[in-house]
């Protein structure tokens, strides 16, 4: 009977020894356990922000949960890459788990537009922009950073669009457009204003001799431009012009209809590529157009029908503004055309009761121009007519579009 109990508690210490030994065991190759709800590597926006998507803890059977300590640098208001640790300990053992928190900006700016996404105005008034304001949920206040493109011509009445653009630190972009209506009974524009505008130039020997008149009469003008080449001599002629205070205007790097009316991207790259040419030799904004044949020219209908109409829109939006002439001098008829013939013309058509937009050229072939000049002035002078160069939101005169 005795060796029988002692079997039993030998059986009984043997079990409770392996229990004890497998719970060591348990206890040494274990650790509490921390699992996460949601992504362990997050991406949230600045907008959405950080909402901590929870967690488990437990030790075998043990809930932990509510012992688990969450430490974090994250600051969801501020784009960056943060952690968010998560520790628990129990019977001396600890464990952590890190969830990685990537906070980006998704949002483009908001660009407000004072007094509205529309505006109406009188004819001949001035347009003045009413200003905008630009926010960032990052970069806080970009309003200075907004970009504009497009113009206001209120002497021809219309419907002008102009664009707002910017973008933030992280690349998201905002744009949103204006449109001006210029209509209703126009205001008194300016009267006895002759502005002297000359296309085809520089040349070598026509241009030098107009720009010593209009210096020796102190007369501002304006010259449309062609391809000057890589002419150190044509370049410091140009600096010259505008040291003097003339306006220089893009008439096109060729002037070729069939190449430039094509199309409009055509046409486009045509005076782009001399207006990039303009900013880098004279360190000179260009601003205003002259279509090669004006804008009522119907040649360019042989090439691309339409063109035309789609294109005095499409400078406008990209900025520029464009004119014609209301005063024909007549020397684009022919070469040689006696200097009477173009003072008589010039005399003749300038209107006493409004602004003229007198066209010229300048080109080599054009000797009778610079011949006829100084009278032009005298006698505009003499009948108390002023002259000016164009200038940005000035007088413009705007022909039928015939194609």
Same mark, same amino acid.
């Given at each position: 009977?005795?060796?029988?109990?002692?079997?039993?508690?030998?059986?009984?210490?043997?079990?409770?020894?392996?229990?004890?030994?497998?719970?060591?065991?348990?206890?040494?190759?274990? /650790?509490?356990?921390?699992?996460?709800?949601?992504?362990?590597?997050?991406?949230?926006?600045?907008?959405?922000?950080?909402?901590?998507?929870?967690?488990?803890?437990?030790?075998?059977?043990?809930?932990? !949960? /509510?012992?688990?300590?969450?430490?974090?640098?994250?600051?969801? #208001?501020?784009?960056?890459?943060?952690?968010?640790?998560?520790?628990?300990?129990?019977?001396?053992?600890?464990?952590?788990?890190?969830?990685?928190?990537?906070?980006?900006?998704?949002?483009?700016?908001?660009?407000?537009?004072?007094? @509205?996404?529309?505006?109406?105005?009188?004819?001949?008034? #001035?347009?003045? /922009?009413? +200003?905008?304001?630009?926010?960032?949920?990052?970069?806080?206040?970009?309003?200075?950073?907004?970009?504009?493109? +497009?113009?206001?011509?209120?002497?021809?009445? @219309?419907?002008?669009?102009?664009?707002?653009?910017?973008?933030?630190?992280?690349?998201?972009?905002?744009?949103?457009?204006?449109?001006?209506?210029?209509?209703?009974?126009?205001?008194?524009?300016?009267?006895?204003?002759?502005?002297?505008?000359?296309?085809?130039?520089?040349?070598?020997?026509?241009?030098?001799?107009?720009?010593?008149?209009?210096?020796?009469?102190?007369?501002? %003008?304006?010259?449309?431009?062609?391809?000057?080449?890589?002419?150190?001599?044509?370049?410091?002629?140009?600096?010259?012009?505008? %040291?003097?205070?003339?306006?220089?205007?893009?008439?096109?790097?060729?002037?070729?209809?069939?190449?430039?009316?094509?199309?409009?991207?055509?046409?486009?790259?045509?005076?782009?590529?001399?207006?990039?040419?303009?900013?880098?030799?004279?360190?000179?904004?260009?601003?205003?157009?002259?279509?090669? @044949?004006?804008?009522?020219?119907?040649?360019?209908?042989?090439?691309?029908? +339409?063109?035309?109409?789609?294109?005095?829109?499409?400078?406008?939006?990209?900025?520029?503004?464009?004119?014609?002439?209301?005063?024909?001098?007549?020397?684009?008829?022919?070469?040689?055309?006696?200097? /009477?013939?173009?003072?008589?013309?010039? #005399?003749?058509?300038?209107?006493?009761? +409004?602004?003229?937009?007198?066209?010229?050229?300048?080109?080599?072939?054009?000797? !009778?121009?610079?011949?006829?000049?100084?009278?032009?002035?005298?006698?505009?002078? #003499?009948?108390?007519?002023?002259? %000016?160069?164009?200038?940005?939101?000035?007088?413009?005169?705007?022909?039928?579009?015939?194609?």
């Amino acid at each position: 009977m005795k060796r029988r109990w002692l079997k039993i508690l030998l059986i009984i210490f043997l079990l409770i020894l392996v229990i004890a030994l497998s719970l060591y065991i348990i206890y040494y190759v274990t /650790e509490p356990v921390i699992e996460l709800k949601g992504e362990q590597e997050m991406e949230v926006t600045l907008a959405e922000g950080y909402h901590e998507p929870g967690f488990e803890a437990r030790y075998w059977f043990a809930d932990l !949960t /509510e012992q688990v300590e969450v430490t974090s640098d994250l600051n969801d #208001k501020k784009v960056g890459e943060y952690s968010v640790n998560y520790t628990v300990s129990f019977l001396e053992k600890t464990t952590s788990i890190t969830r990685t928190v990537s906070v980006v900006d998704r949002e483009p700016p908001v660009i407000t537009l004072n007094q @509205g996404e529309t505006i109406n105005i009188l004819t001949n008034s #001035k347009f003045e /922009e009413p +200003g905008w304001n630009a926010q960032d949920d990052s970069d806080g206040d970009v309003t200075e950073a907004v970009k504009t493109k +497009g113009i206001v011509d209120t002497y021809n009445p @219309g419907t002008y669009r102009i664009s707002y653009s910017v973008s933030d630190s992280y690349g998201n972009e905002a744009s949103i457009e204006r449109t001006v209506v210029v209509d209703g009974e126009p205001e008194e524009g300016p009267k006895k204003v002759i502005y002297l505008t000359f296309d085809d130039g520089p040349s070598d020997n026509v241009t030098p001799e107009i720009l010593e008149i209009l210096k020796k009469y102190n007369v501002p %003008a304006t010259f449309f431009i062609i391809d000057y080449g890589q002419s150190e001599e044509k370049i410091a002629l140009l600096k010259s012009a505008i %040291a003097q205070g003339h306006t220089i205007g893009i008439h096109g790097y060729s002037h070729d209809y069939s190449t430039i009316y094509q199309s409009v991207p055509a046409f486009m790259e045509n005076i782009e590529t001399l207006g990039e040419k303009i900013r880098k030799d004279l360190n000179y904004e260009p601003f205003i157009i002259r279509f090669p @044949g004006g804008s009522s020219n119907t040649v360019s209908k042989n090439y691309c029908e +339409g063109v035309m109409s789609d294109l005095v829109s499409k400078v406008q939006e990209e900025g520029y503004y464009f004119t014609d002439w209301n005063v024909d001098s007549t020397d684009a008829s022919g070469n040689g055309i006696s200097a /009477e013939t173009l003072i008589s013309s010039v #005399k003749n058509n300038c209107s006493e009761d +409004g602004y003229n937009i007198v066209l010229m050229h300048d080109s080599d072939a054009k000797q !009778t121009t610079a011949e006829a000049l100084p009278e032009i002035i005298e006698w505009a002078k #003499k009948e108390g007519y002023t002259f %000016a160069a164009m200038e940005k939101g000035g007088p413009t005169v705007h022909h039928s579009v015939n194609n």
